[in-house]
């Protein structure tokens, strides 16, 4: 089970995330309380382990700007809230270091998660060419008004899982949108995901984390992950 802490903002809370056992860190280049300077998120890269992921959240950014806060900051990966090229995605992980990881996001009502135009996003990543050592990815988040995450406010998991198979089952899930230590495992239980991503469900205020909540999150996130691989074998 991926787990990715999103919205960091200062050394602490990135370096006990890692501690914790976080697989990625995010950093929020967009209007938000958790934005950050590619200097500010340079100097935290640069104190991390290099196996842990250090992903960029961009929302309406051309290419060039993400281009030139990869280049700035160190990021091992982006997260995409808009449509780009496949040229534009194959420039951006040309530039990134190790991993390459470009989340798409599909963002879905809150409490809904079968929309069509849900399924049409949908339907439009799975139709894009996947290498088999390449698969895309893709996030599963909470669209409120328009704000980037970090709302607290989770959709429907089950209508979306069953959203998510039938339309693109050949992708890589990621489960975010009102994600906390208590709901995580009922999360991954439901959505089957690759991975999980939190950001405000382990924070004490917006770009703060609650070291409590960030340990709590990763240990249920895990414990689930075994669970339910335990439950399939049967």
């Known amino acids: 089970m991926w787990v990715k802490i999103c919205g960091i903002t200062s050394l602490e809370d990135a370096q006990f995330a890692v501690s914790a056992g976080a697989d990625a860190v995010g950093f929020v280049f967009a209007n938000s309380p958790r934005r950050v300077t590619p200097e500010i998120v340079r100097e935290i890269i640069h104190a991390l382990p290099s196996n842990v992921e250090k992903i960029g959240v961009f929302v309406d950014a051309s290419a060039d700007e993400i281009i030139a806060t990869i280049e700035a900051a160190g990021l091992t990966g982006v997260q995409l809230h808009r449509e780009y090229s496949a040229a534009e995605v194959s420039n951006m992980r040309a530039r990134l270091k190790r991993f390459a990881r470009t989340p798409r996001v599909v963002r879905v009502a809150p409490y809904d998660g079968d929309s069509a135009g849900f ?90 984390k609650d070291h409590r909540r960030v340990a709590e999150f990763i240990r249920a996130a895990r414990a689930a992950a075994v669970e339910f691989a335990e439950a399939t074998q049967r």
Do not use: Y
């Open 119 to 208: 399924a049409r996003q949908l339907q439009s990543l799975a139709a894009l060419p996947v290498a088999d050592d390449d698969p895309t990815v893709v996030l599963v988040d909470t669209r409120v008004d328009d704000k980037v995450g970090g709302t607290g406010i989770p959709f429907d998991w089950g209508a979306a899982q069953n959203a998510f198979h039938r339309h693109a089952a050949n992708l890589c899930l990621i489960t975010a949108g009102g994600l906390q230590p208590e709901t995580v495992r009922q999360a991954i239980q439901t959505m089957r995901p690759w991975g999980v991503d939190v950001c405000s469900g382990v924070e004490s205020v917006p770009g703060r």
